[in-house]
């Protein structure tokens, strides 16, 4: 961020930027990691698909982010599903990391991820948490099929 008068000019993320050596951009530490809150979402991810209760794991997250504001986030919140909770977390903690896409392909029935497949008309079609097939690739390949929907 750099200010002007009256505010902030611009706003950037700071990720994956990689280093300077000698006033000369070296891209060396650009690449996203798994860190320890990916893996806690990811197993509550994994614990709620097969029915249990991701609670520990989200609070996990909430209980470090919230820190003194933590009891008034504390997993399930009112009406709060254990997907949508880890949407939001996930959203929040990988930020400009390129993971936003995949969680919501992933857990296409959250009210956050269906919030992206609403048409004009008010109807939920899959079709836009799906990529179209290029068709360059169609045309060099007969048996390659285009994505439902394009």
Sequence with gaps: VY???????AILLNKYKGELDNDIRK?????PIYRYADLQLLLAE???????????????????????AY???KYPREGETAEDAILEERSK??????????????MKNGE?????????SGDLVEKHLLWPVD???????????QTPGY
């Design 112 to 120: 956050l991820a269906k919030a992206l497949q609403i048409s004009v």
């Design 27 to 31: 891209f060396t530490n650009d690449w």
């Design 135 to 145: 068709a360059t690739v169609m045309s060099k390949d007969p048996l390659v099929k």
């Design 3 to 9: 200010k002007v008068d009256g505010g902030a000019a």
């Design 71 to 73: 009891a008034a986030n």
């Design 93 to 106: 903690e990988f930020v400009g990391e390129g993971k936003r896409w995949y969680d919501i392909r992933r």
């Design 46 to 68: 994994i614990v709620a698909l097969q029915g249990g209760d991701p609670a520990a794991y989200i609070n996990s997250i909430r209980e470090r982010a919230y820190g003194s």
